[in-house]
């Protein structure tokens, strides 16, 4: 049952965070709050050791401290550094490098394609959509959420919460 629920709760969470974010350029809080609540109940409940649920709160307190200067230095939003915080705590501090070198590829291919995306004019039929309007909009950043949520997918079965739960 622990299994299932892992293998449900992270990846529908992934994909809320980055369908809100494509869709409204925001992450809502409820997303973060999501994730560590359920981190609470499933790490213990797989088999995680305290020593390992601690090294994984630690990993997420770190990715928070350092994405909140990166957030004040204006290269982040707040709901991003939440999202990679919170996911940083399911994926613990062996799988963080991984998780930010592949977060970083993939956010570059997405700004890359919205860079060539808004040289073009938008199609007809996708005029009506506020998404794709905010999306074409050069003035508008970039949904970083759906890097990482993309990357946390990818990095997680390396994470040792998640091959304790595959291999069990």
């Known amino acids: 049952m622990v299994s299932l629920c892992l293998l449900v709760v992270f990846p529908f969470l992934m994909a809320y965070a980055a369908v809100s974010d494509i869709l409204t350029m925001t992450i809502p809080n409820r997303i973060g709050l999501a994730l560590i609540a359920a981190f609470a109940v499933l790490a213990p409940a797989s088999g995680l050791g305290w020593l390992e649920i601690a090294s994984h709160v630690g990993a997420g307190t770190l990715v928070l401290a350092v994405g909140f200067v990166i957030y004040l230095l204006g290269a982040m939003g707040a709901g991003d550094v939440k999202l990679a915080a919170a996911t940083t705590l399911w994926l613990g501090i062996g799988a963080v490098p991984d998780y930010l070198v592949v977060t970083?590829?993939?956010?570059?291919?997405?700004?890359?394609?919205?860079?060539?995306?808004?040289?073009?004019?938008?199609p007809g039929f996708a005029a009506t959509w506020p998404f794709a309007l905010r999306l074409h909009d050069q003035r508008v950043g970039i949904p970083y959420g759906v890097a990482l949520a993309a990357s946390a997918l990818v990095t997680c079965p390396s994470a040792p919460l998640w091959r304790l739960v595959l291999a069990g």
């Not at 993939?106 to 004019?121: C, E, H, I, N, Q």
């Open 104 to 122: 970083a590829l993939f956010g570059g291919l997405m700004a890359l394609g919205l860079v060539l995306m808004r040289g073009y004019p938008l």
